[in-house]
């Protein structure tokens, strides 16, 4: 693995090595909130490639001089550069890492594995992370990582601390570190897996733009279908409230003794969005409690606890980290801030607009704080409003006025703290002693007997590296007429490093005296040492000329293979045929498709853990049975056929189904189809010799990335957010190299929305009933639907994981020309989750139209692709879309 590691911080002088504490940076002024509140690192973004599009984020010179300050206290930054990089972007992706590389940044966080695959290649001291929008979620993933070049990997926010420490413990040779998310927001979905803001309204989460679609209102709702399975009837569900996809806030300051005892390098502080008030808090109460637990002291602080609730949330959770799940995890009654709960309202005065609270907390209001009045009627019907006056006192009740009638029984909470935004403020301007980290100096001063000095000094890196610096001052001491400096002195002035990141630790001072030189000089002389030092541990962190040139000089070798656009006269060289293929996850799915002549079938069986039996199917054969029935009515029907695994497999449902693989592939089970780089290290580990292709989830969005994802691959699967002119661009790239696979683009089926190892069904719709013809909850369509009336269509398997699918259906029938003049080789049809008839009659439409483009240009053919698109619409579920492919998601 290369690259300069970068570990957790040692234990800040205590008794017990705690993990990095890694805060956000969304501005420059959070940043200084972050360093001041005592962060051992800090994440932000540029202004380009990050996942935060929307927060100021930093200029160039802005990470430049925030590299500098930090370096300067002995702090790390890490940079994210993690979206999903276009071909056109590629080269202005690695001139900006090769930029980062010059200043010093201590890592970048990588989700694009084309970019990390070229930064490896081009500058390999440069340490990468992986982002959590890799989705890395089991061991193959980290030893994936390992051999991409990663030091260290973001988990997936759905694993348990359990999980987390089993995947530490079997990847430990691979010397990757592993950090989680300790603090703030949760992604409903898979990280990185996420599509529903893409394609609601263009806004990609993995392009740094998503407009939080999961933080608004949603109804459950049910129906019966058709045989196509399209839903009529439509009746609500009763739910707990309108936000089914809003995630409450992950807490785990209460688990922190436990967490410091797990593998675990680094806990993360989610908030590049937040302001600095709120990174300080939060990096302040997380610092006390890390650095109780080094020092052996008890760490739990209800005062702290409650300014993390002040500071804000929309209510905690300990997340999946710590076991929560369903409906300790969600907060589906309101999307905002929840503040802290101080008391119940018993009484409201109509004529004098008064509400009379009864306190439970020892916090009380004052004048200047925000409110909240959550009524116990309508959700959303709450009240939120500035205290303007001292609340007045009334034996044990406080009265105070409210801007609109409450009811009792409400409940009451500050939102906003005047006292803590100043407390916090006060912080940041002034840090106190202890918090903003001092960097240690082992200083040697000689005075020698001309008068002369000579500083040695030893700077120690909170990495546990040091550094020497030598200084020898422009001051000469001189022989003392009447009062010489004495030695008490002259160590008092040597030992002085306010306002500097340094502290003094030991001075060894050799000095015989009985020489003078006025205070000033010795002050001065001691913070022009104190400025050397600074400069050398800066220039400590930056990478050498010789290091720097050789990068360049590699990039420039292979810039040109890196276009912003088509070269003037360049041609795509089509397919030369367009084949047909079909994912379906039933064996009656596989007959319809074999029957309709589908050419290659890709079967997803369905496995049910017995730790979730409350979900997805009921009773189904053992998978390989399913399996061996699939590959048998391949074999008569004279269709390929390929093994599909889920996208998210971890390492519980891989110890289920790796067993097997050894006796499939002897079957003639020869190919499996994976949606993340670990179930293929997995697979690999189990059968060397089985062949790959990749589906959606692998994030396919450049030519690097599909030269580096499954090396060895017969077939990719391009992303869903790519337009008709990137994919061709991808394509006409990748070819250039020698083994480049064959790529696949999925032209028709309910596009994956959001995959979610939440249940929506689990409570309300009694999901362990089984309908005979497709497997799926109790018979009936189960969905979501926004507040436009789009719904939702929503599938759960047998890891009780929900689904949810686009609310339109994806059809490039009439783009098949297109896809073929793309050089794709592979038009795919996702039929699961769908009735044999619709399986049946698209699989036939399909059929039709790849012939008629097969054959070649002829006069009619745009008026056949336009009347089978016109068949797809009859019988698809909601509508259909091109979605991106004619405009691609924003940019």
């Known amino acids: 693995m290369t690259g300069k590691s970068t570990p957790g911080p040692p234990a800040r002088g205590k008794t017990r090595p705690v993990p990095e504490l890694l805060a956000p940076a969304g501005s420059p002024e959070a940043f200084r909130a972050a360093v001041a509140a005592g962060a051992d690192a800090v994440y932000l973004g540029g202004r380009r490639f990050g996942a935060r599009k929307y927060a100021p984020n930093f200029s160039e010179d802005e990470i430049r001089d925030a590299v500098r300050y930090a370096h300067a206290h002995g702090i790390r930054v890490y940079v994210t550069v993690n979206t999903l990089i276009h071909d056109r972007e590629l080269a202005d992706a690695m001139e900006y890492l090769l930029w980062l590389s010059s200043i010093g940044t201590d890592a970048v966080l990588v989700q694009d594995g084309g970019l990390a695959a070229l930064a490896r290649e081009v500058v390999p001291a440069l340490p990468l992370h992986a982002s959590t929008q890799m989705t890395v979620h089991n061991a193959g993933g980290v030893r994936r990582a390992a051999r991409q070049g990663f030091s260290r990997v973001v988990l997936a926010r759905e694993l348990s601390l359990a999980e987390v420490s089993r995947i530490a413990d079997v990847t430990r040779e691979s010397g990757v570190g592993l950090e989680v998310f300790a603090h703030g927001a949760l992604c409903y979905s898979y990280s990185g897996q996420c599509l529903l803001s893409s394609l609601i309204g263009g806004r990609s989460g993995n392009r740094g733009m998503c407009a939080q679609p999961c933080r608004k209102p949603y109804t459950l709702v049910t129906g019966q279908t058709d045989i196509y399975g399209r839903p009529s009837g439509l009746t609500e569900v009763p739910a707990q409230g309108p936000y089914l996809l809003s995630p409450k806030d992950l807490c785990t300051f209460h688990d922190l003794p436990g967490l410091v005892r797990s593998p675990v390098v680094s806990l993360k502080i989610e908030g590049r969005m937040k302001s600095p008030e709120y990174v300080a808090t939060v990096v302040m109460a997380y610092r006390k409690a890390l650095d109780a637990i080094a020092a052996g002291t008890n760490p739990d602080s209800p005062e702290t606890y409650r300014d993390l609730l002040l500071a804000f949330n929309r209510g905690f959770t300990r997340g999946y980290l710590s076991g929560d799940r369903y409906d300790t995890l969600m907060g589906r009654e309101a999307p905002g801030n929840r503040g802290l709960r101080i008391g119940t309202v018993t ?38 409003f500035s205290l303007n006056t001292v609340p007045v006192r009334s034996g044990t009740e406080i009265l105070f006025p409210v801007p609109r009638p409450v009811s009792p029984g409400s409940a009451v909470s500050i939102t906003f703290s005047r006292e803590l935004d100043a407390r916090v403020r006060r912080i940041i301007s002034h840090p106190p002693a202890g918090t903003l980290r001092a960097v240690p100096i082992d200083l040697a001063v000689s005075v020698m007997d001309d008068g002369t000095l000579l500083f040695e000094g030893r700077i120690h890196r909170p990495d546990g590296k040091t550094i020497g610096v030598r200084f020898s001052p422009d001051l000469r001491m001189e022989p003392a007429r009447s009062h010489p400096v004495t030695r008490d002195q002259l160590e008092l002035q040597l030992k002085k490093s306010g306002g500097t990141p340094f502290a003094i630790r030991h001075l060894n001072l050799s000095y015989s005296g009985n020489l003078f030189a006025p205070l000033a000089e010795l002050n001065r002389m001691r913070r022009d040492f104190l400025v050397t030092a600074e400069d050398a541990l800066i ?234 013809d497709t497997g799926r909850i109790g018979g009936r369509f189960p969905g979501i639907r926004d507040a436009t009336g789009h719904v939702f269509p929503v599938r759960v398997d047998g890891e009780c994981r929900t689904r949810i699918g686009n609310a339109a259906e994806t059809c490039l029938v009439d783009h098949l020309p297109s896809l073929l003049d793309a050089g794709v080789s592979e038009a795919v049809i996702d039929t699961r989750g769908r009735r044999p008839a619709y399986t049946r009659e698209i699989c036939r439409i399909y059929r039709e139209a790849v012939d008629t483009v097969n054959t070649g240009p002829a006069e009619g053919d745009t008026a056949v692709l336009r009347s089978l698109r016109e068949r797809v619409r009859q019988i698809a579920l909601g509508g259909i879309t091109a979605g991106h492919f004619t405009r691609g998601p924003g940019t």
Request: glycine content about 12%; aromatic content about 6%.
């Open 347 to 384: 009484r409201y005065d109509r004529k004098t607009s008064c509400a009379t609270v009864r306190p439970d907390s020892p916090v009380l209001p004052t004048p200047g704080d925000g409110l909240l009045i959550s009524g116990t009627g309508t959700p959303g019907n709450d009240t939120g």
């Open 539 to 772: 220039a400590a962190s930056l990478p050498g000329e010789e290091e720097l040139g050789r990068a360049r000089e590699r990039w420039t070798g292979l810039a040109w293979q890196y276009p912003s656009r088509s070269r003037r006269g360049e041609t795509q060289s089509p397919a030369r045929r367009l084949s047909l293929a079909g994912y379906t996850d039933t064996i009656d799915g596989v007959r319809e498709l074999a029957a309709a002549g589908c050419e290659r079938i890709y079967f997803e069986p369905d496995l049910i853990l017995p730790e979730h039996r409350c979900g997805g199917n009921g009773p189904l054969p053992p998978f390989t049975t399913q399996v061996l029935d699939a590959l048998a009515i391949c074999r008569s029907a004279g269709a390929g056929f390929v093994w599909k695994f889920p996208r998210i497999t971890r390492d519980t449902y891989l110890e289920r189904v790796l067993p097997s693989v050894q006796g499939l592939f002897r079957q003639g089970v020869c190919e499996c189809m994976v949606g993340n780089a670990g179930t293929g290290d997995a697979l690999l580990r189990e059968e060397p010799d089985l062949v790959f292709s990749g589906s959606t989830g692998l994030n396919i969005f450049n030519h690097a990335a599909a030269l580096n994802a499954l090396p060895g691959s017969r077939l990719l699967t391009l992303s869903t957010e790519l337009s008709g002119v990137d994919i061709g661009f991808l394509i006409r790239l990748a070819r250039k190299t020698a083994g480049c696979p064959d790529f696949a683009v999925i032209a028709e089926g309910t596009g994956e929305a959001m995959i979610t190892d939440d249940c929506l069904c689990r409570n309300q719709l009694h999901c362990s009933g089984e309908d005979p």
